[in-house]
């Protein structure tokens, strides 16, 4: 998502946090530290790692063999075959007493040995099973004979009741492509979009990168790669987001949606309650290991640096900090019995609504010093630290932030495509100064009882926040529900002690860098063009009928609209996961083909007919999916391109071919929002209970962030962002270019349905008869799509 603007805007300052010398760090030492990184994170939960390592036996297994063992040297068996009488040999001699204690010793220590050594021969087994991945390259519905065989495996050795991190130790690691592979790609990937003299300059430099220094490079990722635990997912989350120096604010944040068409209760403080509840209830299992996503979702703040932030996360917190009209509050959500029922949490920030006090002195603004650039942001936090710790510790400290916004929020009746776009800008920027854009993430309620939810993009990716986002609405909605008035079930506590006001000793020197942040949020806020629309006319059902990927279609129908919108093709990143390997993030699948291309011209060429356009859709679709699987099992061009640049850099090595690479611009930046957990939802009985999604910036100033959720079986929601700055693109003009090349493609499919049911074929001119232009569909009325 945000991340392609993080990409691009990257520079890999290999400079000490002092910023005085430059890093004289060897290459080696990096990598030395960069696998002790890794090895310390394993270290720091040794107890959770000893339960999760040893999975998928359990300690009950181990205290089995020792049980069977001493049964069998009971029944004067020995299953050792002579070597428990060795290790007792090799045991002090306590005296005859305990000649028994030995033995007992001894067997234990052989009960250890065997189970170890079986613990090891599944882990190994499952890392080998997992390293396959010929099942993502077979036709949608076909499986083989050996997929299916390896299937088998997997559900053998993989055991049941998988913990958080059960198979992290039988994950593989990522490997490093072929750097002649992935150089291959990458020139076959920026042929569409470079003139023939800009592709043969691209192309020596190339040559002259593989014969220079690719092989010295490709060592290096390759000696990481043996020793770390993943060649890239560390540099990635250093250089691309936490050396990153612009604001965090629409360069690094996203967001997610409520519901799109109801709200459950439109009283504020009764959806905060529960909304807040059911984070904590996920927070809860995710502390319990019962749950699959990542552990730096709650307590966890980016703290701003000299150069460069850092992630700060703690082990746990019980309190939330609340933001309302310029004010912070400190909100516990725990009492010795546990954590508070909705009713409660309801009742504490009723009282934070109710509390007529006003802000102090620029405490209203405050917020914006974490969308200032973080330089400037840093440099103001070593004050803010010494004069006003507690508040501010009680901020970054948090398990998340709430923000109870004064306006209301969502689709309105009166004006729906105003009021989305007002709703999508609120959540992703606000009014610059109402978010703590520093923690993992903020909880934003508006005045009429809508949500959302705005996410700093450094600590994991959208999948990770988009799966507690999903667990939220339906517990919240359908779990915890709401009483017939509108609030939450359950009884107030009025034990409960007031919401803790925190206060801010603000230093004059810095009131005038929370007016300068501020100043800077209002611009960066004001630029940005926002445009949200549910695409109702067909859906995921439409596009599975004709047995097409649902990703691949939105894709090429992407690159038509964009073709229409600028009258050319561009860069186009869209991201995916590689979460087949251990510490895996992402991948960039770049869209723009040579095949894409060849059918967005088709479509605007009088002289081609439907069928061939048809067919060319086919092929771009199919080389579409070839790139998807290749970038999801570690094998794609971008994150290989990337580590080969960050090794350049720390060697002095100067590559123009990489240098060529990383000065690239996406102009087009796409994202899917994965729905994981359908079966939360009900969509059939209730098909308006399903998020609507979120968005991102864009990428590039002259450029369009979109993506897009497939809601149920019927709609698609996308959400288009722009800068208003930039003279050549537009959020609702790409929104409308869109629409008109989803129907444009369904066309296609519903003419060519329409020929095939009716026998026509071809004549000599290879023209189907009464078949339409591609060019003139464009302009056909939006009523067609009533047939879809």
Not at 60 to 84: C, H, V, Y
Not at 209 to 218: D, E, V
Not at 225 to 251: I, K, P, T
Not at 292 to 318: A, C, M, Q, W
Request: glycine share 6%; net charge neutral; with cysteine.
């Amino acid at each position: 998502m945000a991340e392609a603007h993080q990409a691009v805007g990257f520079r890999p300052s290999l400079t000490s946090d002092a910023g005085e010398v430059e890093l004289s760090a060897p290459m080696l030492q990096e990598i030395y530290l960069s696998g002790l990184r890794s090895w310390k994170r394993h270290l720091s939960r040794f107890w959770n790692d000893f339960l999760t390592g040893v999975f998928p036996a359990s300690p009950l297994s181990w205290l089995f063999l020792f049980s069977a063992i001493q049964l069998a040297w009971f029944l004067q068996l020995d299953p050792s075959l002579g070597l428990m009488e060795k290790i007792k040999e090799l045991l002090p001699d306590w005296g005859g007493q305990h000649h028994r204690l030995r033995g007992v010793l001894a067997a234990a220590l052989f009960a250890s040995c065997l189970w170890g050594a079986l613990i090891f021969t599944l882990h190994v087994a499952l890392r080998l099973l997992l390293s396959y991945h010929g099942w993502l390259l077979q036709p949608h519905g076909a499986t083989s004979s050996r997929t299916k065989t390896w299937l088998a495996l997997v559900r053998i050795f993989s055991g049941r009741h998988p913990r958080l991190f059960s198979y992290q130790r039988s994950l593989p690691r990522q490997p490093v492509p072929s750097v002649q592979d992935t150089v291959r790609k990458y020139l076959e990937s920026v042929r569409p979009v470079l003139s023939d003299e800009d592709f043969d300059w691209t192309a020596a430099l190339a040559r002259e990168f593989l014969r220079l220094q690719a092989s010295l490079l490709q060592w290096y990722l390759q000696l990481k790669s043996w020793w770390a635990s993943n060649y890239v997912s560390d540099w990635w989350e250093e250089f691309v987001y936490l050396r990153s120096r612009n604001s965090l604010m629409v360069n690094s944040n996203y967001y997610m949606m409520d519901f799109l068409y109801v709200t459950p209760t439109p009283v504020q403080a009764a959806r905060a309650g529960n909304a807040v509840h059911a984070l904590l209830l996920y927070r809860h299992r995710l502390n319990r290991q019962e749950i699959l996503p990542y552990e730096k979702i709650f307590n966890t703040t980016r703290i701003p640096g000299v150069h460069k932030d850092h992630i700060r996360h703690l082990r746990d917190s019980r309190h939330v900090a609340v933001f309302h009209r310029g004010r912070f509050f400190r909100v516990g959500t725990h009492t010795q019995s546990g954590l508070l029922s909705p009713r409660a949490l309801e009742q504490q920030f009723q009282r934070i609504l109710d509390d007529p006090s006003p802000a102090c002195p620029h405490e209203e603004h405050l917020a914006a010093l974490t969308a200032a650039p973080r330089d400037m942001w840093a440099q103001v936090r070593r004050s803010l630290k010494t004069q006003a710790q507690e508040a501010l510790e009680a901020v970054e400290g948090a398990a998340f932030f709430v923000s109870l916004d004064s306006e209301p929020a969502g689709l309105t009746r009166e004006d729906p495509a105003a009021s989305l776009d007002a709703y999508a800008h609120a959540l992703l920027a606000g009014r610059g100064h109402d978010r703590w854009f520093d923690k993992s993430f903020s909880l934003i309620v508006f005045s009429n009882g809508k949500l959302g939810l705005s996410v700093e993009h450094s600590w994991a990716d959208c999948p990770i926040s988009g799966h507690m986002w999903e667990f939220t609405l339906a517990t919240e909605c359908f779990q915890l529900g709401y009483a017939a008035d509108g609030h939450c079930k359950g009884h107030p506590d009025l034990s409960l002690p007031q919401p803790q006001r925190l206060h801010w000793d603000l230093p004059d020197k810095i009131h005038l860098s929370i007016s300068l942040a501020l100043r800077g949020a209002k611009t960066l806020s004001g630029n940005i063009d926002c445009h949200v629309f549910p695409f109702s006319h067909f859906g995921k059902s439409f596009i599975k009928r004709w047995h097409l990927s649902s990703d691949s279609f939105i894709q090429m129908a992407l690159q038509l609209a964009y073709f229409r919108d600028r009258g050319q093709f561009c860069l186009t990143y869209e991201s995916t996961m590689t979460r087949l390997f251990l510490e895996g993030r992402t991948e960039t699948v770049r869209s723009c083909t040579r095949e894409a291309c060849n059918f967005v011209r088709a479509m605007e060429d009088k002289e081609k007919t439907d069928p061939q356009c048809l067919a060319l859709f086919r092929l771009a679709v199919d080389k579409h999916q070839a790139l998807l699987k290749a970038a999801m099992s570690g094998q794609g061009v971008d994150r290989h391109l990337f580590a080969l640049y960050i090794v350049s850099q720390f060697l002095h090595l100067q590559s123009p071919f990489l240098d060529q690479v990383h000065s690239e611009q996406w102009q087009l930046a796409t994202s899917q929002i994965p729905v994981q957990q359908i079966h939360l939802f009900d969509v059939h009985s209730y098909p308006d209970y399903v998020s609507s999604g979120g968005g991102f910036g864009p990428a590039d100033d002259h450029g369009y962030g979109v993506s897009y959720i497939f809601m149920g079986d019927d709609v698609i929601t996308f959400h288009i962002s722009s800068k208003k700055s930039s003279t050549r693109t537009d959020s609702h003009r790409l929104g409308q270019h869109i629409e008109d090349a989803l129907l444009d493609v369904a066309a296609l499919f519903q003419e060519g349905q329409r020929l095939k049911r009716r026998g026509l074929g071809e004549d000599d001119s290879g023209h189907s008869r009464d078949s339409l232009p591609c060019h003139t569909r464009g302009s056909r009325a939006p009523t067609t799509a009533t047939n879809f």
